[in-house]
């Protein structure tokens, strides 16, 4: 992989907004930080190698600067470094994963190059600070495509909310189990024109999966308030620790929602497999894998996994789903009639 080009590319998904001029310039100053490196290793030039984790501080800087105006929702213009790093730490803005790269890059090659002047650095270590910037702002990125998806649905709910509540209002039927609640909002969210707009921006296929996460989490959030949405929850399985994208709580019952970008057969089969470990966990009661709508119609598909007993649906683009799969209208129709 290459890290900047991949940096490039997320940050162009992300679409216009007051963050993206900083965005940019982060990745010009990542570009710079390698350029100095190859100039180091060509020349022999062992103060390129300074100069490297120098452009790597100021990539670092223009993240957390970025990453305060989206996910604080404040102009990092009016605070001083140290306060906005002091309240990205204290109000666990960052996820669990961001704060991880953030530490470590702060405490191993920011500080000690910003605070001692007769400081040195040979290629590996200049080498090593790049890839520790480029990660940094490479989950730093999803988190941000995350939160501009939840809140492009969530600010824009007048637009798609009146056609969720005429469905479920010409639907009084008995209470349901809440996986079942959840394929019904999910078929919603993947036939709303409006939402997949929203979620995605102007350039569908080119969104991060993540953008597509924190939109559906906004959707959940914005059409079932009693819900309790979770992105990123931590579950825990004797030795083993997994985060699903979404965990959703009525109170009684939790459901995983697993959320995968591209439309794939071998998204379908991994999902799965993915689902089914969540499955495992004595708190979880039931899973879902939701891929992408891909413009194409959605069907369902509706399993027990064999070794736990727990139910797990499947909604992908028509030709994905594991057989045997319902067309999402039928399905609904089907289950509506038989409730």
Known sequence: MNL??????????????????????????????????R????????????????????????????????????????????????????????????LQQFTRYRKEWRNPSTHDYTLEFDESEALLALVSVSAFCYVL?????????????????????????KRQGSLPLPEKALQGRLVDLLID????????S??????????????????????????????KIEAEARLEHGNYRY??????????????IEVKGLASQAAVDDGIQQVKKYLEVETIDAGILFLFPDRREVAVAEMEDPIVGKPLA??????????PAVPAKQFRDTRSTAR
């Open 198 to 227: 929203l979620a995605v921006g102007t350039v569908m296929m080119r969104a991060p999966e993540a953008m597509f996460t924190g939109a559906l989490a906004g959707f959940l959030e914005s059409a079932e308030p009693g819900f």
């Open 243 to 256: 985060r699903p994208d979404i965990l959703v709580s009525d109170g009684k019952t939790s459901v995983v």
């Open 189 to 196: 969210f993947a036939e709303s024109p409006a939402l997949t």
């Open 141 to 165: 990125l999803d988190q941000v495509a995350a939160e501009l998806g939840y809140t492009r649905v969530v600010s824009n709910k007048s637009e798609w909310i009146e056609t969720i509540e």
């Open 39 to 98: 100039r180091g290793q060509g020349e022999g030039d062992s103060t390129a190698f300074l100069d490297c984790v120098y452009r790597a501080n100021q990539a670092f800087e223009g993240s957390v600067k970025e990453g305060y105006r989206v996910l604080a929702g404040k102009n990092p213009s009016k605070k001083t470094l140290f306060e906005i790093e002091s309240f990205l730490e204290s109000k666990s803005i960052l996820s669990e994963r961001v």
């Open 314 to 323: 499947v909604l992908a683009p028509q030709g994905l789903a594991p057989n």
């Open 4 to 37: 900047l080009e991949e940096i490039e590319r997320r940050i162009s998904s992300l679409g216009d907004g007051e963050y993206l001029p900083g965005l940019k310039a982060v990745s010009r100053h990542i570009g710079a930080g390698f350029q100095h490196l």
